[in-house]
């Protein structure tokens, strides 16, 4: 085989013999490249649910080669980071945590280092990997997944610096192994790719556009996510409820969520993210009347202005934002709206900005993903004007966020007092019996209870509210 540097694919490949083939014969190889039985896996992953839930898959590929994962670098064979383009910020943490790692290249054998997500799809990220960082063994995309079994093989018999960037696929592969990171929450992808284009975003330049999984393919693994115990089942995709527009019969996302609460069992359904241009009254019908559909909507707005969102690309208006929300409240009073903001987009003036605040004001989100504007390669808004000074960017950022926290707060003097049914998620480790419980609200409340409770449904009454932190106290069975 040949030993040629910068060993770069474009489609699927198979030398090594089938996926299976290639398992097969890896742990033996890495029992002869390591001198141990239990070669080690370290991943750590950047970015959103999508990167969560592919770096699942990739756990579960690492397991079937003979790997065990570590939380320690120090102690892995095989350190992969997978990344995520979205903003300018998560690649640096990238470029530096990659660096941080150099050092484990002095160890005899070394660690393989790979690198995979969304960054890895832009020609210029690849560039800079190969010039600046060129103890990185292996890069490769999302799209090119379903390879790993190959890339190790190849790299276990001395190939040098893979690369694997295929583009888009034509067809959803099922079946892949999974290694999940909870064992009572999921995520669920449902959809792939992005078709919406909005002038700042680079997922449909690195994820490729829409691609639906069959329903009965979802339907099937939701079903056996329940039979194995699993509480609470996140829908995710770039734009869920766009789910099935590309498909060649009828199916909505909205009936894809009538058909998972038909599951028998005791579990919830979260699902994001949402594109309000897609939200219709059908999905939050669908909503109001699915008892295990949680009543929490993530609806990124990005801007108040309609000038501002025209330039984004956004596909509808203020005014449309606003009617969502007041249909979606009128079938669900109880319902508790998140959402996704932009700061300091090119051309956003002071009025554009008081017309976020102002909607702001008027919805009264339960809480906000919040971000100054980060110009992405490839995308429109890169090459728009920004006469916007940084340091008036930061002002309004900060005026955004201080309204939004106290919104956040009065919220919670709100829930004082109040009984909800909590999902137990985790102990907070520095402070004895103290669990994170998740209300449907997507609101975490903070009470004591043995670390048994975790993973179970419990009842809690707020006691506190510090600014929007909640405390309470776990209610007995009645």
């Known amino acids: 085989m040949s030993n040629k540097a910068d060993t770069v694919f ?6 090594g013999g089938s996926a299976a083939d290639c398992l097969q014969a890896i742990p033996e190889l890495l029992a002869s490249r390591f001198n141990t039985e239990s070669p080690r896996a370290y991943v750590r992953t950047f970015g959103c649910q999508s990167n969560v839930a592919d770096s699942e898959i990739i756990q579960g590929f690492l397991e079937l080669s003979g790997f065990a994962l570590t939380q320690s670098p120090e102690d892995a064979h095989l350190i992969i980071f997978n990344t995520c383009a979205i903003r300018e910020h998560a690649q640096d943490r990238v470029f530096g945590n990659v660096g941080a790692v150099k050092k484990y290249k002095t160890k005899q054998p070394s660690p393989f280092i790979a690198l995979c997500g969304c960054m890895m799809q832009q020609d210029y990220v690849v560039k800079k990997i190969r010039k600046n960082y060129p103890f990185v063994d292996l890069i490769f995309g999302p799209n090119a997944i379903s390879e790993l079994p190959f890339l190790l093989y190849r790299l276990l018999k001395g190939e040098k610096r893979l690369i694997s960037t295929p583009p888009e696929k034509s067809i959803i592969e099922e079946g892949l192994p999974l290694k999940r990171d909870s064992n009572f929450k999921a995520f669920l992808p449902v959809m792939y790719g992005c078709d919406n284009f909005c002038s700042y975003c680079v997922v449909p330049l690195v994820r490729g556009r829409e691609r639906s999984r069959e329903p009965q393919a979802v339907i099937k693994e939701a079903e056996a996510l329940v039979k194995a115990g699993y509480k609470d089942i996140t829908l995710i995709g770039q734009n869920v409820n766009s789910y099935g527009k590309n498909m060649h019969f009828d ?18 359904i979260r699902f994001m993210t949402s594109h309000p241009k897609d939200c219709g009254k059908d999905l939050l019908d669908t909503m109001a009347r699915c008892e295990k559909v949680t009543k929490h909507l993530h609806l990124p707005f990005q801007s108040g202005s309609d000038s501002v969102l025209k330039a984004m690309n956004r596909g509808y208006t203020r005014q449309n934002y606003l009617s969502l929300i007041e249909y979606a409240k009128k079938v669900m009073p109880e319902l508790s709206v998140t959402g996704d903001v932009i700061v300091g987009f090119p051309g956003e003036t002071e009025d554009d900005f008081e017309e976020t605040l102002d909607l702001i004001e008027q919805v009264r989100f339960t809480s906000l993903y919040t971000f100054i504007f980060s110009p992405r390669k490839g995308t429109v808004a890169y090459r728009l004007e920004d006469n916007t000074p940084r340091e008036d960017k930061v002002k309004r950022f900060q005026r955004l966020i201080n309204l939004q926290e106290g919104i956040a707060a009065e919220r919670a003097q709100t829930m004082i007092g109040c009984e909800y049914r909590v999902l137990c998620e985790n102990r907070i480790e520095a402070e004895g019996l103290k669990i994170e419980g998740r209300t449907q609200g997507n609101v975490i409340i903070e009470f004591e209870a043995e670390p048994s409770v975790i993973g179970t449904f419990q009842n809690v009454r707020v006691t506190e509210a510090k600014n929007w932190l909640l405390k309470g106290e776990m209610l007995k069975d009645k």
Not at 10 to 15: T, V
């Open 251 to 268: 199916y909505t996302f909205a009936k894809l969520l009538e058909s998972i609460n038909a599951v028998p069992g005791d579990f919830l």
């Open 10 to 15: 474009k489609d699927n490949y198979s030398e």
